[in-house]
């Protein structure tokens, strides 16, 4: 496969709709850190399982992932500057956030519209990302939602609901 087009392949598969989410934990020293990931998913109901892949180059995945747990946050569609801030790889993400903990002490972020406390069960490496599983503890949803933050074609796009 050594033909294959990577950009095609990105083009095509942006065409697929994915909710966006902030996957935040701590780091050993207690560090809030966390990664904007567009590739959420739920895995199983029997046990409560989900996934996610971040890349295997991320040193914002590097820094909680020894953690053992980590939260994550759904983003509604007028969260966009958060969305950026976690998805460039620099320092300061969590200035100027007043965050709460989950009960697993991961960070829990203003006005995400729901969040799914995990503890990580396994990661698996596939190709240059990492198959993050982890074990839903517990989770929240807001009632009163009625836009969701949606990647399309490389973009944030907004997704009405009802």
Not at 1 to 10: I, L, P, V
Not at 56 to 72: E, K
Not at 82 to 95: H, I, P, Q, T, V
Not at 120 to 126: G, L
């Amino acid at each position: 496969m050594s033909n294959f087009d990577t950009a095609r392949f990105r083009q095509v598969l942006g065409h697929l709709p994915t909710g966006v989410t902030i996957v935040t934990g701590l780091s050993t020293s207690g560090e809030p850190g966390g990664l904007t990931i567009g590739s959420f998913c739920s895995v199983s109901l029997e046990p409560p399982l989900v996934g996610f892949l971040p890349a295997v180059n991320s040193r914002s995945w590097a820094d909680i992932a020894p953690g053992g747990s980590f939260c994550v946050n759904i983003l509604g569609a007028e969260q966009g500057e958060l969305c950026w801030r976690f998805a460039k790889d620099s320092e300061g993400r969590f200035d100027g956030i007043d965050w709460q903990k989950a009960p697993s002490g991961s960070p829990i972020l203003p006005g995400a519209i729901g969040w799914i406390d995990c503890s990580t069960e396994q990661v698996i490496e596939m190709g240059d990302h990492w198959f993050v599983l982890g074990r839903v503890g517990d989770l929240h949803c807001e009632d009163d939602v009625s836009d969701a933050m949606t990647f399309f074609k490389g973009k944030v796009c907004s997704v009405k609901m009802g």
